[in-house]
């Protein structure tokens, strides 16, 4: 809007671009694939327990295994390398090695210099171990972050909130959490609209201060209209019903494959304990 | 006396105890019949079905439902309140508020797990609905992927699985297309044909004749103004135009242009 253009537009609709994209994620869940196919509860606990492994490693030669085994397991389900690998890398493993990165040096890490250079007048010494430990660090978040986001994207939303009732996270959180997940839509939807209609109405050009009021008008109008929401969706729930405690229908069910691969997660298992003596 | 479901005398209700919504309201509306309630917008017609549906109670007057008084301290006893959520239903004007689930299957089995029906029940009620109202193909899907024609008929389907003696229905046919608005009319025809009471509000007469054995009609000052067979009510221009329900349409023959009031009596 106006010369400042853009930052309180360009920001909302990224906001709501970025939310709609995550959320409608379920892109490679509807997919054929291995991992779409196994039970959501059996999936999530031992991806848990794959997570806590890759935690507890404190060897490149546990973790290298167990990342090579996420890609191994992303095309077996249909997830294209590419974008597994953007989606894994970008953000969480980079900003972990940018504070790891003075871990690499003698000053914080001392040991066997490995190469040594100068920068402004100063001798950087990187050490064979200050290498070691960021790798190490790098590949466990790496590592982790490729786990959960495998997780995410091979299961549909409403099964991950199923799974939530595993951890025995009691049935009116778990429900509220979906209806706010089936809300956000609507509301992104509403929001889109109004600044287009404020757009229609005014044009691009709106001085700074007018912005302000218009976007603090916004805010209190979806408050309203949330509120009205609110009160609108507990009648439709006790129309049919709800009195409180909400029951909902149980679907899961365990078949050979999730056994299969259960057992083959407890060999891996045994394997890395081996491997990390 | 028996066969009347509804009973309202006098009915008040007002929002925040300063907008009125009802003034005055007095209806009997019988087993089995198709009852319609036609008004212009803000006329109280969603303010009395949420009150046929047990969502708000009169400020003064009465309201009777199956012969028992109907008070919001009735349905703190579990036993009154499952027995008549079971027995009516009420379908949204808006199914957005309906359908609050993460998926379709989820939302149409709603009700049914609420009121612990029995699960071979609401399995037989699934299939018949799924397949009545061809939304197989839904069930999977979140409820922001629908079109609005689907939404509605989703939340209808969330209401026809508890299987209720009663449908009531808040505009089910705005904003759909022809056909949607078809098979929305059949389905209703096609539930009242197997004994079931459907109480419908709308302001669109093409539906009224087909979907109604009873029409009252609503005024702006949000009382019922008349109440008829619907072949008696659509005659009534003058009632309709005083209340907000025809216009004036313009349209050619041939070579001329002419204007008469939009009833949708008969085709022209």
Partial sequence: MGRNKGFIEHSAMDALSFMKDSLLADEYALKKGFLQSLDARVKAATFIFIILQVILARK??????????????????????????????????LFSLFIALPALFSFFTPGDPLVAFGVAGLKLTVTRQGASTVALFVTRVVTCVSYVVLLS???????????????????????????????????????????????????????????Q????????????????????????????????EPVILEEFRIRPRDWLWLFGITVISVLLFILRR | MADIIFELRDVRFSYLGKFPALSGVNIDIKTAEKTTVIGANGSGKSTLLHMLGGLIFPET????????????????????SRNFRRRVG????????????????????????????????????????????KIGDLLQRSPHQLSVGEKRKVAIASVLLIDPDVLILDEPTAGLDPLTTRNIIDFLIKANASGKTVITATHDLHIVEEISDVVHVFSQ???????????????????????????IHAHRHGDRTHMHPHQHLEHH
């Avoid at chain 1, 490149?60 to 389900?77: K, Q, T």
């Avoid at chain 1, 690998?85 to 953000?91: N, S, V």
């Avoid at chain 2, 007057?61 to 009154?80: C, P, Q, Y």
């Avoid at chain 2, 689930?101 to 609401?122: H, N, R, W, Y």
Wanted: net charge positive.
């Fill in chain 2, 90 to 133: 009420l379908v949204f004007q808006n199914p957005d508020v309906q359908l609050f689930c993460p998926t379709v299957k989820e939302d149409i089995l709603f009700g049914p797990l609420q009121l612990a029906m029995d699960k071979s029940v609401i399995e037989k009620n699934l299939a018949d609905t799924v397949n009545t109202l």
């Fill in chain 1, 213 to 244: 009021h218009i976007v603090a008008w916004n805010i209190g109008s979806l408050w309203q209209r949330s509120y009205k929401l609110n009160d609108d969706v507990y009648k439709a729930m006790l129309s049919r019903g709800y009195s409180g």
């Fill in chain 1, 153 to 211: 994207i091979t299961t549909r939303h409403f099964e991950l909130l199923k799974v939530l009732r595993i951890f025995k996270i009691p049935q009116v959180f778990v429900m509220t959490l979906g209806i706010s997940y089936r809300y956000i839509y609507l509301f992104i939807g509403i929001i889109e609209n109004t600044y287009l209609a404020i757009k229609s109405r005014v044009g691009t050009r709106v001085r700074y201060k007018k912005g």
């Fill in chain 1, 60 to 93: 490149m030669v546990v973790l290298l295994p167990l990342y090579a085994f996420s890609l191994v397991l992303a095309g077996i389900s249909n997830i294209r390398l590419g974008f597994f690998i953007k989606r894994t890398w970008i953000f969480m493993p």
């Fill in chain 2, 61 to 80: 007057g009465v309201v009777r439902a199956f012969g028992e008084a109907l008070k919001e301290s009735a349905f703190d006893d579990e036993s009154f």
């Fill in chain 2, 221 to 247: 000052d949000r009382k019922i103004v008349r109440s008829g067979r619907p072949e008696e009510i659509l005659k009534d221009s003058v009632l309709l135009e005083s209340n907000n329900l025809t216009h």
